[in-house]
């Protein structure tokens, strides 16, 4: 369980979180959504603890980020695991090191064993034959799911995701979402993920904080945002493109049956 | 003025950090050999071409402007064999290598900074200073290797302008380098090539690791580094010529 305190962060002048509680269940998937620029990736590097905040705490399972030592920083620290939302593979390494990092840092396998696993999770992100390639020579897709594979290696406690399907295709979306929550799941790891993806929100949203102009503007689950009141949220929600072409094909989709049904019976 | 003593102070806990917390040694070996071959193997071709040309020309010049007859040929040798070891081989190659290694360094740092794969490091939990600089350092433990080489090729090239130039003979030449012969220079040469080889795994990674922005400014942080690098030798170069010669 992650719980965080009014925890704020500035750029010089300008004030990209204000004041921002909330509280991240373990084996649960945690979302965080809101516009571009609304500060999820900022909110997400501060619980990180890749940028410090100006004030508030963040606990880890009851540990405060701020007051550890060095040392107890780093121990924390593998047992996150993280996914950027630009990958960030080491590009000198192949896809199979990149997968490897994490278990030949911080534990004592066998080369065996870590290929073992690192097959494994390649295999559960749907990502084979490309073992031996660089990062730059697989599509952003690819490089994604080898990220989430990176991320998942070490069996993490935490688990972040900037836009984990971001630059995916909508199956290969679903799989991940599945993946990311079924290990949640599987491990009780504490998730959370940033994304504006509402297929995501509405598959895998079992708690959800939406962020606007730097503050919690909502919380709830993915039952409550389609019930919400607040104006916000319901902007947000079917301003959504996808939402609006899935609604139309859908309707185009029932037409099409109904003609359909209609000349076989003609046809009988 | 406040700025830049700022950024020393930075860049000495930089180094501390550097040597805070190591990596594990069978994640590290590997790294070490990758740095070897693309710092110091990778910039014997062209440390090689300089030394040699460079000494050729140290005893053209020499001997050009040797018009007094009195003065014995051999000095050609000698001039040559001094400039050679106690200034180009340690301290323009490594001016040279500060252009070829110093910017390989910032910029494939940089690049990994401004590509997040700095904080992937650091969110693992890793010392991502002592991971990145650290085995740099033990590949320039090699570099007074790379200067021995310098100083031989450069003094090779000196005695083939000289001796194919039709400037002073074989017998000369030879008897020239192994006048006056004072071991200290040596140690001299060494020790500041040592300090030198520290400048160069250091201070361009220093601009690296903590450039803001993105692919333009790596270009920008590679040039900053190139020019603060050369100041670095320089200056360290004039301190230890101070305290060790005069
Ligand atoms: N390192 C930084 N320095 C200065 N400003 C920053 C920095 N990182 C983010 N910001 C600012 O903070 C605001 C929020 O950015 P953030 O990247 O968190 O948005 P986001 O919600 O993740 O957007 P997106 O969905 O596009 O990824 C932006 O206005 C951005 O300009
Ligand atoms: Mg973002």
Redesign the interface.
Known sequence: MIEVKDIEKSFGESKVLKGISTTFESGKTNLIIGRSGSGKTVML?TL???HAPDAGTISFDGRIYGELT??E??????E?G?V?Q?S?????MTVEQNVA??L???TNKKTKDISTRVNEVLDRVNLKDANRKFPNEISGGMQKRVAIARAIVNNPKYLFCDEPNSGLDPETSIVIDELVQEITKEYNITTVINTHDMNSVLQIGEKIVFLKNGIKEWEGNNEEILETRNKSIVEFVYSSDLFKKVRESLLAEEEENHNHNHNNDKKA | MIKALNQIGRYFLMLKEVFNKPTKWVVMKPLIFKEVDDLIVGSMGIVAFISFFIGGVVAIQTALNLTNPLIPKSLIAFATRQSVILEFAPTFISIIMAGRAGSYITSSIGTMRVTEQIDALEVMGVNSLNYLVFPKIIAFLLYPFVISISMFLGILGGWFAGVYGGFISNDEFIGGIQREFIPFHIFYAFFKTFLFGFILATVPSFHGFYMKGGALEVGKASTTAFVWTSVAVILVNYIITTLLLS
């Open positions: 590097k990180l603890g890749i060095p040392d920083k780093r121990a924390l620290r593998t996150i993280m950027f630009g960030a593979l080491f590009d000198s990092f994490p030949r840092m911080f």
